[in-house]
């Protein structure tokens, strides 16, 4: 009996159903993933996270000792918490010839648009292989992928290049920028007020470090480097968090701050790093220790996610040019699994429906022309990779 295809829209809806916010196990979303694709005779290969509560999702259709195309996107969302709603985040609605959910956009309407060519793909006979790929905790520092990408490098069927269906609104972006996500602790020593003399103050040697930091931003925003395709054009070093301290009257122990630093592609994070830590130890730390050796400035990285520098003229930008018919290429404000992938010598472009405008926020959507487009797209790229 010939199975009921799912179409893209309703693909869209149950992957939307399923709440993937970073928070929760993603689970239920690839298993469903998994069922689909084995109706179809696709085998999936889950890489699970240490606890076991989360899994990325690889399958191969075509030759499984090639290398190949892959296609990648990862299952969470972002929270809808505080967020102002008018429809339910979880029930895909569509509207005004949009579809309305969390993730819409960002990005289960690609996977769904994907997954609903699956039955035109294994019909075919294909050249090379399409790799499908989907991650978890993307949105939380493109944590979970690195599990797969430790399992794939090292294959000789890894992908010859990739293709993220982020929302680009279908145009190519070759780049964007990395994420480095830090925290700074300084352990000073607690007095009573009135007599510093006899404490260290965590918070003003943390301000110390947060203005040093704020220095280094300005360099990098007045002398560069450079990259006129990028919005700001310069590496970008911001103090986004802090705590500290526990009453006026005390002189404040501990003092905690994080900090990013969004290089352009090639920047260099590890020199802001060390010289915060040459500035501490040379500044900060010998007033400190003055007083109480034992006190401390520690900084550690969070997470750090490499930018995105594909070639114009490389091999996967043209494809995907091709495939979507594109003028030109461009470079996205957004980090994504991209540099990972690029940084295991798996080329990688950017090219996803709906626009990152309406990521993350409330009332996400992607426009049904867009999904339109993107699967004019795939359906282009099966062509390309069948024999005819
Ligand atoms: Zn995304």
Same mark, same amino acid.
């Given at each position: 009996m010939?199975?009921?295809?799912?179409?893209?829209?309703?693909?869209?809806?149950?992957?939307?159903?399923f709440?993937?916010?970073?928070?929760?196990?993603?689970?239920?979303?690839?298993?469903?993933?998994?069922?689909?694709?084995?109706?179809?005779?696709?085998?999936?290969?889950?890489?699970?996270?240490?606890?076991?509560?989360?899994?990325?999702?690889?399958?191969?259709?075509?030759?499984?000792?090639?290398?190949?195309?892959?296609?990648?996107?990862?299952?969470?969302? $972002? =929270?809808?918490?505080? %967020?102002?709603w008018?429809?339910? +985040?979880?029930? *895909?609605?569509?509207?005004d #010839?949009?579809?309305? &959910?969390?993730?819409?956009?960002?990005?289960?309407?690609?996977?769904a648009t994907?997954?609903?060519? $699956? =039955?035109?793909?294994? %019909?075919?006979?294909?050249?090379e +292989?399409?790799? *499908?790929?989907?991650?978890? #905790?993307?949105?939380? &520092?493109?944590?979970?992928?690195?599990t797969?990408?430790?399992?794939?490098?090292?294959?000789?069927?890894? =992908?010859?290049?990739?293709i993220?269906?982020?929302?680009?609104?279908?145009?190519?972006?070759?780049?964007?920028?990395?994420?480095?996500?830090?925290?700074?602790?300084?352990?000073g020593?607690?007095?009573?007020?009135?007599l510093?003399?006899?404490?260290?103050?965590?918070?003003?040697?943390?301000?110390?470090?947060?203005?040093?930091?704020?220095?280094?931003?300005r360099?990098?925003?007045?002398?560069?480097?450079?990259?006129?395709?990028?919005?700001?054009?310069?590496?970008?070093?911001?103090?986004?968090?802090?705590?500290?301290?526990?009453?006026?009257?005390?002189?404040?122990?501990?003092?905690?701050?994080?900090?990013?630093?969004?290089?352009?592609?090639?920047?260099?994070?590890?020199?802001?790093v060390a010289e915060?830590?040459?500035?501490?130890?040379?500044?900060?730390?010998?007033?400190?220790?003055a007083?109480?050796?034992?006190?401390?400035?520690?900084?550690?990285?969070?997470?750090?996610?490499?930018?995105?520098?594909?070639?114009?003229?490389?091999?996967?930008?043209?494809?995907?040019?091709?495939?979507?018919?594109?003028?030109?290429?461009?470079?996205?404000?957004?980090?994504?699994?991209?540099?990972?992938?690029?940084?295991?010598?798996?080329?990688?472009?950017?090219?996803g429906?709906?626009?990152?405008?309406?990521?993350?926020?409330?009332?996400?959507?992607?426009?049904?022309?867009?999904?339109?487009?993107?699967?004019?797209?795939?359906?282009?790229?099966?062509d390309?990779?069948?024999?005819?």
């Amino acid at each position: 009996m010939a199975r009921a295809v799912i179409d893209k829209i309703e693909l869209t809806k149950r992957l939307v159903a399923f709440d993937t916010t970073s928070r929760n196990s993603n689970l239920a979303l690839i298993e469903f993933v998994r069922d689909y694709l084995d109706g179809y005779g696709v085998t999936s290969e889950l890489v699970y996270d240490p606890g076991g509560a989360k899994a990325n999702l690889y399958a191969t259709i075509g030759d499984t000792m090639r290398g190949g195309i892959m296609l990648s996107g990862h299952t969470d969302v $972002v =929270p809808i918490d505080d %967020q102002d709603w008018h429809t339910d +985040p979880f029930v *895909l609605t569509e509207k005004d #010839d949009r579809l309305y &959910g969390r993730g819409s956009a960002d990005m289960k309407g690609f996977v769904a648009t994907l997954l609903s060519l $699956v =039955p035109t793909l294994v %019909q075919r006979k294909l050249r090379e +292989p399409l790799h *499908l790929s989907f991650s978890y #905790d993307e949105e939380i &520092g493109c944590i979970g992928v690195r599990t797969l990408i430790d399992v794939l490098k090292d294959r000789a069927n890894k =992908p010859r290049l990739c293709i993220v269906g982020e929302p680009t609104d279908m145009q190519v972006g070759v780049g964007h920028k990395g994420k480095h996500t830090l925290r700074c602790h300084v352990h000073g020593h607690e007095a009573h007020s009135s007599l510093i003399h006899q404490g260290v103050n965590a918070i003003e040697a943390a301000a110390e470090l947060v203005a040093k930091l704020k220095e280094i931003a300005r360099r990098k925003r007045d002398h560069g480097p450079f990259d006129p395709d990028f919005q700001p054009p310069y590496s970008s070093v911001h103090t986004g968090l802090i705590q500290g301290g526990t009453a006026l009257n005390i002189v404040p122990r501990e003092c905690t701050f994080d900090f990013e630093v969004r290089p352009l592609p090639g920047d260099d994070v590890p020199a802001i790093v060390a010289e915060l830590r040459e500035f501490a130890e040379a500044r900060i730390l010998p007033e400190m220790w003055a007083v109480r050796p034992e006190t401390s400035i520690l900084i550690e990285e969070l997470s750090a996610a490499p930018g995105l520098d594909t070639p114009k003229d490389h091999e996967a930008t043209q494809l995907a040019a091709s495939l979507s018919g594109a003028n030109g290429t461009i470079k996205v404000a957004f980090g994504t699994e991209g540099g990972l992938f690029a940084a295991a010598g798996i080329p990688t472009v950017i090219c996803g429906p709906g626009s990152i405008d309406q990521a993350h926020k409330p009332d996400e959507y992607v426009a049904l022309d867009q999904i339109a487009r993107c699967e004019a797209f795939l359906q282009r790229l099966i062509d390309r990779v069948s024999v005819r």
